[in-house]
């Protein structure tokens, strides 16, 4: 088999692993990726700022600074930077990494690049017909981007979707497959055994469905834990922060690595989301440490949960409904739900569908 000299980056903002309460999912899935193919015997440089630290092949910083991090962001506090001007700087510093990796490209050192900020790259791609890249697509594709997709459209430049339910807007783009996130089973061992409350784990953002978890754990009258890195402003003054007490507890952020004690000790996971994710890992990571999740059926849930098998899934968004649910969910094994994460959404499973479409790619 062909070994491959491929090169990624995700962002020039942070250094990967980000700093302590910094939460960036397409991190961690870029990181399982590049490790999991140099496992495999492929060449794979990770692009990153200063202080990136990956078990790629190489790392390539070119000295560029953090621009988020305490030794980069003196640019974007300097004069004459107002909000327009950081915008600039933010997409600069990530194409930057981006020109460099054509350029090596161009010059023979690597069979293809993948990227996971498409935004930031996409003009170069259509300038550089020659070079194979692949994007995966970690946001939902808004009518704007699926215009500006199909405007720097060609044929070098694949998408890699992580649900098939995120093509829905755009579905004719040069799609080279859906590949789901991968958990890493070792950070999220199984527990047969839990305790009796619930948990909310994300952003304490209106979109992530917060507040809707509080009002379940009202109606069920069971405890509920909620975990995300605090933040300020009127949906936490008036939506969340009013209903805190001795049973519905706020426990701020949590280290990744102790995440997985609060998911196998849940009885259930709740994800009532007020929005079309793409994928949602929580839900993953959840079911990996035996949880069953009950979710409100939006975006990729129906690819995730197999409804009343390793969680239920709640039409209409039906607060009333996700309450009843709470009730039946000692009739989901929870080692079901373990083998369901096994057999569909390893970090191996999903590794090796990278290197299937990476290998498939005319050079």
Request: aromatic share 10%; charged share 25%; net charge neutral.
């Amino acid at each position: 088999m062909k070994k491959l000299k491929i090169a990624t980056m995700v962002t020039g903002h942070f250094a990967t692993p980000p700093p302590e309460g910094i939460i960036y999912a397409p991190m961690d899935v870029a990181v399982d990726i590049t490790e999991g193919l140099v496992k495999k015997g492929h060449l794979v440089d990770f692009y990153g700022p200063e202080g990136t630290k990956v078990n790629a092949t190489r790392v390539v910083s070119f000295n560029l600074k953090p621009l988020k991090q305490p030794e980069g962001e003196k640019i974007i506090k300097g004069l004459n930077v107002g909000n327009a001007e950081i915008n600039k700087i933010f997409n600069l510093w990530d194409q930057y990494l981006i020109a460099k990796m054509f350029e090596a490209a161009e010059k023979g050192e690597y069979d293809l690049l993948h990227i996971h900020p498409p935004d930031r790259a996409i003009p170069l791609g259509l300038s550089h017909p020659k070079i194979p890249v692949f994007y995966t697509l970690h946001d939902p594709i808004y009518p704007w981007r699926a215009e500006v997709f199909s405007m720097f459209a060609s044929p070098n430049q694949y998408y890699i979707s992580i649900s098939d339910a995120q093509r829905k807007p755009a579905p004719n783009l040069n799609y080279a497959a859906t590949i789901y996130n991968g958990v890493n089973l070792n950070d999220f061992p199984f527990s047969k055994e839990h305790d009796d409350y619930l948990l909310f784990l994300g952003r304490i953002q209106p979109e992530k469905g917060v507040a809707e978890a509080i009002q379940v754990a009202k109606i069920t009258g069971d405890k509920l834990l909620i975990i995300g890195p605090p933040v300020t402003g009127e949906y936490w003054d008036k939506r969340i922060a009013p209903y805190l007490n001795d049973k519905i507890q706020y426990l701020g952020y949590v280290p990744r690595e102790q995440i997985f004690k609060y998911y196998q000790r849940a009885k259930a996971t709740l994800v009532p989301i007020q929005w079309e994710e793409p994928f949602g890992l929580v839900l993953t990571e959840s079911m990996a440490c035996g949880t069953p999740v009950i979710a409100f059926d939006r975006g990729s849930v129906p690819e995730i949960i197999v409804d009343g098998k390793n969680g239920f899934i709640i039409k209409n968004n039906d607060i009333e409904a996700m309450a009843e649910a709470v009730k039946k969910i000692d009739a989901i094994n929870r080692a079901d739900c373990r083998a369901h994460v096994e057999n569909n959404f390893s970090i191996e499973r999903m590794v090796d569908r990278y290197e299937k479409i990476f290998l498939k790619i005319p050079r």
